[in-house]
C-alpha cells in the first residue's frame, strides 16, 4: 500500500522559513515525479513544485518566483520543499504527491497518490 506521509507544516510569520518533507512508501520506482501542491480556502489546488527522482529535474509554479527549493534525497522516498520568504498568501494545506510516471505535470488528477496535508500558516 503506497503511502505519503508529509511533515513539517506550521505558522511562521511573512518573511520566514520553513522546511516541508514527505516519506514516501510502500512503492520503489527507479525514476518518477513527486510533487508539491497546495490548497487555500476556496480556492482550487494548485502546483508548487515538482522533481524527477532519478534526474532531478525541477518544476515551479508561477508564484514561487525562486522562492522555494524541491528536493530529493536519492537514496530513499523523501522529497522535501524549502520555502523561504513567505507571504501571508502562501497560506494553505500543502500536499505531497506522487505519479507512476516519471513525466512531471502540473495537473493534479495526473498524481495517483496523495499525502494528507500539512496546514502552512503565514501571518503578516
Known amino acids: 500500500r503506497v503511502q505519503l506521509v508529509e511533515s513539517g507544516g506550521g505558522s511562521v510569520q511573512a518573511g520566514g522559513s520553513l522546511r516541508l518533507s514527505c516519506a514516501a512508501s510502500g512503492y520503489h520506482f527507479p525514476d518518477n515525479c513527486m510533487g508539491w501542491f497546495r490548497q487555500a480556502p476556496g480556492k482550487e489546488r494548485e502546483v508548487v513544485a515538482a522533481?524527477?527522482?532519478?534526474?532531478?529535474?525541477?518544476e515551479y509554479g508561477d508564484f514561487v518566483n525562486g522562492r522555494f527549493i524541491i528536493s530529493r534525497d536519492k537514496d530513499s522516498n523523501y522529497i522535501h520543499l524549502q520555502m523561504n520568504n513567505l507571504r501571508p498568501e502562501d497560506t494553505a494545506v500543502y500536499y505531497c504527491?506522487?505519479?507512476?510516471?516519471?513525466?512531471?505535470?502540473?495537473?493534479?488528477?495526473?498524481?495517483?497518490?496523495w499525502g494528507q496535508g500539512t496546514q502552512v500558516t503565514v501571518s503578516s
Open positions: 522533481i524527477r527522482t532519478y534526474t532531478a529535474q525541477t
Open positions: 504527491a506522487a505519479r507512476f510516471v516519471a513525466s512531471c505535470v502540473s495537473t493534479p488528477s495526473a498524481f495517483d497518490w
